[in-house]
């Protein structure tokens, strides 16, 4: 079994820096793979938003992390919705354009698995796909029990839900 320090210590996991202003507090925390970096990192910021929208992809998931990270109220809106249960304890946090798979370790700390485009996600069909892939994460992760928060209600995996 294996504690989320000894997954960085081993690179196993990294540590999202929101890069929080002084005046912020971090309140939840983001681990993503090393395969997740490496997206974010040189695949994110090439990415066409799907809407024609001003906003580029990696400005809207660098939004929805550092709203995330310093514990800012996620909106449940009425027609969009950042976070969103799967099934099998797997979420996505997603924006219009780019969406965040993984699972909540703890309350407030997501392990993001896997980051797509809304398009290929779409086109591909597979959401299936990428559910698996976190809970085969999740499990050769092999983290000290609980391996995540069970469950499908928001406010079991995230403080501040409206």
């Known amino acids: 079994m294996a504690t989320i320090n000894e997954l960085e210590t081993a690179n196993q996991l990294h540590k999202f820096d929101a890069e929080l202003s002084w005046r ?7 681990y993503v793979l090393p395969h997740v970096v490496g997206a974010m990192v040189n695949d994110l910021p090439s990415w066409a ?3 024609l929208s001003e906003i580029k992809p990696h400005e809207q998931v660098y939004a929805l992390l550092y709203d995330y990270c310093r514990g800012a109220p996620l909106k449940h809106q009425t027609q969009f919705h950042c976070l969103r249960n799967i099934n099998q304890g797997v979420w996505e946090l997603k924006t219009v354009d780019v ?3 993984g699972f909540f370790y703890r309350k407030d700390i997501f392990i993001c698995t896997d980051i797509d485009q809304k398009g290929n996600i779409a086109a591909q069909r597979s959401y299936s796909r990428y559910v698996a892939q976190a809970v085969a994460h999740r499990n050769a992760l092999n983290l000290n029990p609980p391996s995540h928060v069970p469950g499908d209600d928001p406010n079991d995996v995230v403080s501040n839900w409206c």
């Not at 507090?25 to 983001?30: A, S, V």
């Open 49 to 51: 938003p799907l809407w």
């Open 99 to 101: 969406r965040m798979f």
């Open 24 to 30: 912020d507090m971090e309140d939840r925390h983001i």
